[in-house]
């Protein structure tokens, strides 16, 4: 899920550039915090995690795909540079989920956030 999500993002975050970083990220946090939570709170974590990520790709569907997604043209590491340049706490952490995975389709989501969410002002 964390997976499709994040490479759902590269050809429908222009719909709504924030929100649905959350369908990756809210799903990879529990998955990170599973082994800390009891047993007994596996099942209900997943299940909440599942839920809020559906119900963010419900409410912000994206009529028009991007169909071609261009393969980043950089390392993983330039792509993390240029979220942690970018600022904002939502790019930087659809980066992270992006480099949990490496691939081609992940890193392009991950840059397609750094183009089409307004970045931090400078204090």
Do not use: I
Not at 18 to 43: F, I, K
């Amino acid at each position: 899920m964390v997976r499709a999500s994040t490479h759902r993002y590269a050809t429908h975050g222009h719909g709504e550039a924030t929100m649905p970083v959350h369908t990756a990220t809210a799903p990879n946090a529990v998955l990170r915090t599973l082994g800390s939570l009891p047993r007994p709170l596996w099942a209900p974590s997943l299940h909440a995690a599942w839920t809020a990520s559906a119900a963010v790709t419900a409410m912000y569907p994206t009529a028009e795909l991007v169909a071609d997604v261009p393969a980043p043209r950089c390392t993983a590491q330039e792509v993390l540079e240029r979220a942690l340049a970018h600022g904002d706490e939502h790019v930087v952490k659809l980066t992270d989920t992006a480099l949990d995975f490496g691939d081609e389709r992940a890193l392009a989501a991950a840059l397609r956030a750094v183009e089409l969410v307004d970045p931090l002002l400078p204090n």
